[in-house]
């Protein structure tokens, strides 16, 4: 079997009593993109800075093209690493930080000079190169923390948060251009953030990770179509995802659920066969906004009814929260559709997007 | 219940001018958001409004009285902070009566009012104790409820919700609006992120370096932007702004540029027959009104490179190149394509909007 | 501001009134106490550096104007305190920052009984240093001093009459000076060092310099301005070194370890030459001050 360029084996860190990585597998293939995803707290960090070798390994063992790197020195494993909070030597400009793993690698400065030089013009901060780094903004610090990262060649390059103190339209540019620049060099790339979008954004896959366990790796589509649990499927798109509680029972053909306020009858055979691994009658119903329907009247008897209690508008689209029961269901619409608060509404929703999840384990169902 | 009139309001900080020449109205009941980058001023102006700055000259008024001369607590107006500041060795209960207590309210109302406020708020089971122990959208709950137990004719609010995560900004925000709603009480909200100017305001004021951009209702300023300024503020992506030519070819009005020919839509036709041609113009137009084809489409249609593609779940964002110009389009999820293939684009006509080149100004 | 609206409010004038001038009543103290104690001294000093004013003469003073100062150079002894003390100076604070750099990197790292070891390191500072010239008048002790006992044990020799002999008389001072203030530098050096965020080090462990190179790029260059600082402070102190010549040798043999300081102090308080000694004391403070000029010149340049 081929090994991947990072191999994480049962990998476990501790700190104290407090585990913050339990039992990791994971693997990172060559000229692969991987995001660990997940909130603060979750271990992704931590899981970064072992690979990097800036923390101990508790427990496991972390391999970098096939050699065991648990015992090995930051710089004996052929790593570059883009830090969140800069990390930038504060005593040298911004190109003589650029610079800096070059040269302690006793590269002619010519040499040097020409790949700065590069990469500063990719990343647009050719302009700030002669100042220190007190003189920058966070995010030309971070951009210019990103570049002496990325000036020289390492078998793989972790990010931690490498975009978080961009202002929205630079962190969209140097997403689409640390895209690009994966592509085309074949960089192998591990890249930490708590920012779903960039990581769907950009990722080849996603590893999502809570409270320093790993819930699900996949390509970004997997990730977000079919979440393998609740807490993924929540913490994967923007609005959040709507979770039901429902009892659920079979009719002859259809699956009958039955929630606060609402009764559905549907009839799939992906869903008849999750529902029948339901380990009571009760689960949780999975429904995005954008996969629900918003009409003016019953349009089918499968249609939920529901009364508008919030209209927001975000310019492209608009999310309508429809309070069905004790339920507030949010609807991501056009920004054309108009209702008003108080306003009577029907939802409707196809099976095909419906997940079902496991009351008790959170599990996805439909798995 | 009041309104609040800015009037020329400056504010200078030594050399720097933070807030130039300012005015602005909060009518009676409204919600005001005050959107722009750091630096913009935001923050000063409301600060001024609360109090806690000297206003440098200009005159701010609440419920018609001009409160220049007056200490932050004799303006009747209650502020929300970023950081929550709440104070660590208070429980809930007494950091939403501290204010009551300052104002010597009786501790029988102080009680009757910290619990009706934390009704609303749904924080009735959190009144006993410490901030330390609730967590980041508890404690600002926890502060809303603070500046809502107050009586206050102007509630003041700082980017309340910058610290909260995406699910619980998302959620608080909703609370917000509902609240709004139901108090009908004048807000003053400041908050550099669109989406929340968006849903949350009934008119927003766009800032930049200290001065107005525009001011108009969301779908004015999402629709009509006053100036380029204001089109790459709002929006994710942004408004695309491409740089081209107005002019005239074979008898017909163009945009034009290396990359493309377009025709002028028909409700700028009257705007560009007006100008001195050849004129230095960036047509504006959103992500999402644009459509993509793999194959040439009619005459209109503009040829465009793939420079990258970003899934986002639910839709993804394609990115091309159209001459100097990185476009971005909102297009479905099962759309695909290599980096450095060959597109065509069809840009939806009444959504285009054409800004100045120099000035930045919306022409149309 | 506008101040038509603005009711006049009695209490207000006041605030108003202690508003503008409290800095000036929060300052007023210190400029009595600089001029009474400091700028008043100064100027008498300046004055009688250009009188002959002979106290155990009954000539009354008079102006003589430069002769003082024209004396000093051409005295073959302030000449010879002046070598003296530019030894004691550059080997001396030489050894103090080359020994604290050392030893506040040792301490920069974890380990044991850190806190117990960086407090142990404080009790030569805090020792007055009319005791430390003590402790080393007794540990120099030809005969009964340890370290001629060690020397003697060790079978390295006799031992030295290090404090009476020309050869060891300066030597032994600055090793006594060293051994007071090195600790001073140590702390200082190690604060800086502290400063310095750790994750500075994490980037250059990535990035892949060696140790030897994290401390020629990253950790030296940081301390500089530390250093300089450090060195400022102890520059300007041994230049004035009195207390462990006075205590340890008087100077002596002969002149062979007089300070400025204290040939200084021996013409003022022993020959009673209150001209020439002031005439003294002021070219040391333009010297002190052209130093110090100089070094915070270069601390400014850093940050520039």
């Known amino acids: 079997m081929a090994m991947g360029v990072v191999v994480l084996q049962n990998v476990w860190k501790k700190y104290g009593d407090v585990e913050a990585v339990k039992n990791l597998n994971l693997e990172c293939k060559e000229g692969e993109f991987l995001a660990l995803l997940g909130p603060s707290g979750c271990g992704k960090s931590s899981t970064l800075r072992m690979i990097a070798g800036l923390e101990r390994i508790t427990l496991g063992s972390i391999f970098i093209d096939g050699r065991e790197v648990n015992a090995l020195e930051p710089r004996q494993r052929d790593i570059a690493m883009a830090f969140e909070a800069y990390a930038l030597y504060p005593h040298l400009t911004a190109y003589e930080n650029i610079a800096f793993p070059l040269r302690v690698r006793g590269m002619r400065e010519q040499e040097v000079d020409r790949r700065v030089r590069e990469i500063a013009d990719t990343l647009d901060i050719g302009n700030i190169l002669d100042r220190l780094p007190r003189h920058l903004s966070g995010g030309q610090q971070q951009r210019i923390s990103f570049a002496r990262a990325m000036v020289r060649p390492a078998r793989v390059y972790l990010m931690d948060e490498p975009l978080s103190h961009l202002d929205a339209k630079q962190r969209s540019q140097l997403r689409s251009e640390l895209k690009r620049l994966h592509r085309f060099k074949g960089l192998t790339i591990v890249f930490v953030t708590h920012d779903q979008i960039e990581a769907m954004a950009m990722a080849d896959r996603i590893a999502v990770m809570n409270l320093g366990v790993l819930q699900q790796v996949g390509t970004p589509l997997e990730v977000f179509n079919h979440p393998k649990n609740l807490f993924v499927a929540n913490f994967v798109g923007e609005p959040p995802i709507n979770l039901l509680s429902v009892t659920v029972r079979q009719e002859g053909q259809d699956i009958l659920f039955t929630g606060d306020g609402f009764m559905i009858a549907m009839r799939d055979g992906r869903l008849a066969a999750a529902a029948a691994k339901l380990s009571t009658s009760k689960g949780v119903l999975g429904i995005r906004p954008m996969h629900i329907a918003l009409h003016r009247e019953s349009v089918s008897p499968h249609s939920i009814p529901g009364n508008v209690t919030l209209y927001e508008g975000l310019g492209d689209t608009a999310v309508v929260t429809v309070q069905v029961g004790g339920n507030a269901v949010r609807v991501e619409t056009s920004p054309d559709v108009s209702v008003s608060i108080g306003e009577r509404v029907f939802l409707q929703f196809s099976a095909a997007h419906v997940h079902l999840f496991d009351q008790d384990t959170g599990e996805n169902l439909l798995h | 219940m009041a309104e609040v009139v800015l009037k020329n309001v400056v504010k200078r900080y030594g050399e720097l001018e933070a807030v130039s020449n300012v005015s602005f109205e909060c009518r009676n009941g409204e919600f005001l958001v005050l959107l722009g980058p750091s630096g913009a001023g935001k923050t000063s102006t409301l600060k001024m409004i609360a109090g806690l700055e000297k206003i440098t000259s200009g005159q701010v008024f609440i419920g018609g009285r001009e409160v220049n001369g007056l200490e932050p607590r004799q303006r009747r107006v209650a502020m929300v902070f970023e950081n929550y500041a709440l104070y660590p060795h208070l429980s809930v209960f007494d950091n939403i009566a501290s204010p009551l207590k300052a104002a010597g309210v009786a501790p029988g109302d102080i009680e009757a009012r910290v619990k009706h406020v934390a009704k609303m708020l749904q924080i009735e089971q959190l009144l006993d104790r410490r901030p330390a122990h609730l967590s980041g959208g508890q404690q600002q709950r926890v502060s809303f409820g603070r500046a809502l137990a107050k009586e206050a004719d102007v509630y003041l609010m700082d980017e309340p919700l910058s610290h909260l995560d995406a699910k619980l900004r998302h959620e608080t925000r909703g609370e917000l609006k509902r609240l709004h709603g139901e108090l009908g009480t004048s807000t003053i909200y400041v908050t550099h992120d669109f989406r929340e100017a968006l849903a949350l305001a009934d008119r927003v004021v766009v800032l930049d370096k200290g001065s107005i951009q525009q001011i108009g209702t969301p779908a004015e300023v999402y629709d009509q932007p006053a100036n380029d300024f204001v089109a790459d503020l709002i929006g994710e992506p942004p408004m695309n702004l491409i740089g081209c030519v107005a002019t005239q070819l074979d008898g017909s009005l163009c945009f034009a540029s290396d990359a493309f020919s377009l025709r002028v839509p028909s409700h700028a036709v009257d705007c560009v027959r007006g100008m001195t041609l050849p004129r230095q113009v960036r047509i504006g137009i959103r992500p999402t009104h644009i459509t993509v084809e793999l194959r040439p489409a009619g005459e209109d249609s503009v040829r465009a490179e793939v420079y990258v593609l970003e899934p986002l779940g639910a839709l993804s964002i394609l990115t091309v190149k159209l001459g100097a110009d990185l476009v971005k389009i909102r297009v479905p999820e099962d759309f695909s394509a290599e980096i450095g293939d060959q597109v065509w684009l069809r840009f939806a006509e009444e959504k285009i909007r054409v800004f100045d080149a120099e000035s930045g100004h919306r022409l149309v | ?304």
């Open chain 3, 1 to 304: 501001m506008n101040r038509v609206t603005a009711a006049p409010v009695k209490g207000r004038d006041f605030n108003s009134w202690i508003d503008k001038r409290l800095p000036v009543l929060f300052v007023a103290p210190v400029v009595g106490i600089l001029l009474t104690l400091a700028i008043g001294p100064l100027l008498f000093i300046f004055i009688t550096s250009f009188m002959s004013w002979e106290l155990v003469s009954a000539a009354a003073p008079q102006f003589i104007w430069f002769r003082n100062y024209l004396n000093i150079v051409l005295d073959s002894r302030f000449w010879n305190a002046m070598k003296n003390t530019l030894i004691l100076l550059v080997g001396g604070v030489g050894l103090q920052l080359v020994l604290g750099l050392i030893t506040a990197l040792l301490l920069n790292r974890e380990f044991k009984l850190k806190r117990v070891v960086t407090s142990l390191f404080l009790i030569p500072i805090t020792i007055a240093p009319v005791v430390v010239g003590f402790q080393w008048r007794v540990i120099y002790h030809e005969s009964f001093g340890p370290l001629n006992y060690i020397i003697r044990m060790l079978r390295l020799g006799n031992g030295f009459a290090w404090l009476a002999d020309t050869r060891t008389a300066l030597f032994s001072i600055l090793v006594a000076e060293v051994w007071q203030w090195t600790p001073f530098v140590t702390i200082v050096l190690l604060a800086g060092l502290q400063s310095i965020s750790p994750r500075v080090y994490e980037a250059a462990n990535v990035d892949g310099a060696t140790p030897w190179q994290v401390f020629r790029r990253v950790t030296l260059p940081l301390l500089k301005p530390t250093i300089i600082i450090v060195a400022l402070f102890r520059v300007m102190d041994v230049f004035k070194i009195f207390d462990l010549v006075f205590l340890l040798t008087g100077g002596g043999p002969g002149t062979a370890s007089e300070s400025v300081s204290l040939y200084t102090y021996i013409n003022g308080f022993r020959y009673f030459s209150m001209g020439y000694a002031t005439a003294l004391a002021v070219i040391q403070l333009l010297i002190v001050t052209i130093i110090c000029m100089n070094l915070v010149k270069m601390m400014k340049v850093r940050r520039a």
